[in-house]
Structure formats: structure tokens, C-alpha cells
């Protein structure tokens, strides 16, 4: 049976600029507040938001659920846990209630102008891994530091490669990032300096949210993993390229990746999703048996990636998507378990840089500028290696089919001085 909420004839009786995010179709969630009222969920919908704590009082949620305060809260993770079985009746009657001909909140103060609201971090992250996935990144990265001949590990086709990151330091679009202090080890150097990075970063991934706990000791199988998954987020994790390097032998990255993360601030539902899944890469040599899934598990999600330069104008650097990723979320998040390892409602985790096939589609500007040695051009003539202060980073994402758009908003930031 066709689900009614991917109908692409239904409009909305809110009005929907076509190249909207956000069309009736689409109805991601997140936290909002306005001036006079605090935070609590919201539902993006065109250029408002639909107030569920509002909609809630009205009584329309109630052959769905008793306990309405999740509406109330400063996150999503208790609307969440409630499971996907609720998620969907409650995304099906907010659709027929934004739908152009039911006038049953037509006339309510439900909906504010997203120009008037603040939005905020969606969820409470208790954990946060960044995974590796991009077999174009990890071959480039591979490439510019240890040549052609060894760019991929041996372990890099056989597992997804992953580290557990800083959840504290993650924040939500339009949120300012200070650049990082720390150790450098400068060319031909003998000792290390202690000083502000001067070679800062972006790195366009997007971050599924957890949206079932499980017990220690317990797994998740592949083929059941998106019954673990609430939805996606756009995710720029901010890198500090000279920190790292010298750093991240024997352990991995460390102080030039926990200073900052900024994420898009509305989560879309794997429903909202699904008229853009696509197949995986094929995958060479077959991956074991627990990581081995079937279906299709990953979607065509158009990114890119602006830079603004202070009182500049905005250059798109990159194009990439989504589906070019070697790992998909459901192989991620079994291997994340295959040791027992427990996961909690609204854990993130990122799916490491994404880069496509040809230059303008990388995700970094280390491999943009492939490592300073080629600094790419803005609109203005101005050149970058690695970003300056005052520059400014935009990801967007956004599903296209002709006649459907489903997107993500984006994730804003700007890079400040060191304090």
C-alpha cells in the first residue's frame, strides 16, 4: 500500500514555495522557542512552524497518546522513545492536518513565522561517534599522506572504521566556533609549538539519531538497524588539520576534532525519505556476514557546501551526496553493537567526510586545496587552503526528484578568532 504522506498531488493549505525544504511531504521535527514562549517541539512546514505542544492541547493527539508533555520538552528524546509506531500516527495526522482542504487548525494560533523563532539542538546527544565511510575521502586522505600504493589500510574495506567523539561540543546551526589552541609540529621542526590552528576545516557528513536504547551486552543486526534510526541531520565537523596531525598517532583524533560540531537543527524521518532510497556501492571484497545487508539502505541526498568570507559573498566549494558513502547508517550501527556495545535514544552518529568522484565534489578543503598545495578560488578572487577567521560554512541537503523536494534546512557556522 502507497503510504498517503508521500503523495506528492496533496498541498498544503499553509503556503509552500516550491523549492521549500520543507513541503507537507517532508515534516521533520525539532525545538523552537519564541520570544514569549519556551522551548518545545516544532514541525517545519514551508517557511512556519507548527507548535505540537499547541496542536497537542487542541486534543488532536489524543486517540494517539495519553501523556502530551512530550510536546513540552527542550528535546526530542522523549518523543522519540515513544517508537515508530506512534512517530508514524503522529506524522499522519499532522499531515491531514496541514492538508489543504481540513480546516480543523486553519483558524488556531498554531503556526509561527520561522524569521520570528529560535531554533535549538534537537536532541539531548549522549554519545557520538564519527565514522569513516567515504571511500573517495579515505583513498584522498590516503593518497596525499602515504601514497598510492597504500591509500586504504587493510581494515578500511573490511569494517567501518569509526572513533567516539565529544558530544558536549556539539551545537546547532547559526552557533559561532572559536578557532582551537593546541599543539602543532611544524615542517622540519624538532619540537612542538603551542599556538591557534592554521589550518582549519570542514567536513561536510551528515549524522543519523538513535531512536531505540538497547542493553549492554546486546547487538543490533543490520537488517534491523533503520528500526533503531529516528532520522537525519546535516553534520560539519569542524577539523583542525595541523592539531591532528601531529596528534592522532597511536590513538586518533583528539583535541582537533572535540572543539566543535554544528548540526542542522531539524531532524528528517527515515519516512519522509523514502521515495530517494538507492542501492549501495557494490562492495569488494563481501563484507562478513554481520555487516552484509540487503535492500536499500542509504538515499540520494544532495549536499553542498558554501563559503562566505567576512563582508563577502557566498561561493559554493563543493557538490556531493550522500549515496556516495561505502558504509551505509545500517552497517554503521551494526558494527557500532557487534561487541555488545549499548546505545541510548538520541546518540549521533556521523558518517565521516563525504566525497564524490571528482574534485568539486569533495568534502574537505584538505582535499579541495589538496592539502594547501592548491588553493581553491572564491567568487571575489579570494583565495582559501583552510579557512580564515571570520569565514563562514553553510552544508545543505536536499532530496530531488522532479516532482518532489525534501531537504534539510542547513547547517550554519562561523569561525572566530581563538579566545
Not at 495519553?66 to 518523543?79: A, G, I, P, R
Not at 565521516?352 to 568539486?360: D, E
Not at 536536499?398 to 542547513?410: A, K, P, T
Request: hydrophobic share 35%; with cysteine.
Amino acid at each position: 500500500m502507497i503510504n498517503r504522506t508521500h503523495n506528492n498531488q496533496i498541498k498544503s493549505w499553509v503556503e509552500v514555495d516550491k523549492k521549500s525544504d520543507f513541503p507537507i511531504q517532508n515534516l521533520p521535527y525539532g525545538i523552537f522557542s519564541t520570544a514569549t514562549q519556551s522551548k518545545r517541539v516544532g514541525v517545519a512546514i514551508g517557511d512556519q512552524v507548527l507548535d505540537l505542544e499547541a496542536v497537542a492541547k487542541l486534543g488532536h493527539f489524543d486517540s494517539i497518546i495519553n501523556d502530551h508533555s512530550v510536546f513540552s520538552q527542550d528535546t526530542l528524546n522523549n518523543f522519540i522513545t515513544l517508537g515508530k509506531q506512534i512517530h508514524s500516527a503522529i506524522r499522519e495526522c499532522i499531515f491531514d492536518l496541514l492538508s489543504e482542504n481540513n480546516p480543523l487548525i486553519q483558524a488556531e494560533n498554531v503556526l509561527f513565522d520561522y524569521s520570528t523563532v529560535t531554533m535549538h539542538l534537537p536532541i539531548k546527544i549522549g554519545d557520538y561517534t564519527d565514522f569513516y565511510s567515504s571511500e573517495e575521502h579515505a583513498t584522498n586522505v590516503g593518497v596525499m599522506f602515504r601514497g598510492k600504493d597504500n591509500a586504504l589500510l587493510p581494515n578500511w574495506k573490511q569494517m567501518p572504521v569509526g572513533y567516539h567523539g565529544r558530544s558536549s561540543s556539539i551545537v546547532v546551526s547559526g552557533t559561532d566556533i572559536y578557532r582551537p589552541k593546541g599543539q602543532k609540529m611544524p615542517p622540519d621542526a624538532e619540537t612542538p609549538i603551542y599556538g591557534a590552528s592554521s589550518r582549519m576545516d570542514i567536513e561536510l557528513e551528515m549524522g543519523f539519531v538513535v531512536g531505540k536504547s538497547t542493553a549492554l551486552g546486546e547487538t543490533v543486526k543490520v537488517d534491523a538497524a533503520e528500526d533503531y534510526i529516528f532520522g537525519l541531520l546535516l553534520f560539519n565537523d569542524w577539523s583542525a588539520r595541523d592539531i591532528q596531525k601531529w596528534e592522532y598517532v597511536p590513538l586518533g583524533p583528539f583535541l582537533g576534532k572535540n572543539f566543535g560540531s554544528t548540526v542542522s537543527p531539524w531532524i528528517v524521518t527515515l519516512e519522509a525519505l523514502a521515495p530517494f532510497r538507492v542501492e549501495s556501492p557494490v562492495q569488494k571484497p563481501t563484507p562478513l556476514p554481520y555487516l552484509q545487508s540487503t535492500g536499500k539502505h542509504t538515499f540520494d541526498i544532495n549536499l553542498e557546501v558554501g563559503l562566505t568570507p567576512k563582508d563577502g559573498n557566498k561561493t559554493i566549494i563543493s557538490r556531493s551526496n550522500y549515496k556516495y558513502l561505502y558504509w551505509n547508517m545500517c552497517q554503521q550501527l551494526a558494527h557500532q553493537t557487534v561487541n555488545g556495545c549499548n546505545i541510548n535514544v538520541g546518540d549521533v552518529c556521523a558518517s565521516g567526510t563525504i566525497s564524490g568522484p571528482t574534485k568539486n565534489s569533495f568534502g574537505s578543503l584538505l582535499e579541495l586545496s589538496w592539502n594547501g598545495k592548491t588553493p581553491i578560488v572564491l567568487e571575489d578572487g579570494q583565495e582559501r587552503s583552510f579557512l580564515e577567521d571570520y569565514d563562514s560554512i553553510s552544508l545543505k541537503g536536499y532530496c530531488d526528484n522532479g516532482s518532489l523536494r525534501i531537504g534539510f534546512g542547513e547547517a550554519n557556522g562561523m569561525l572566530l578568532p581563538s579566545k
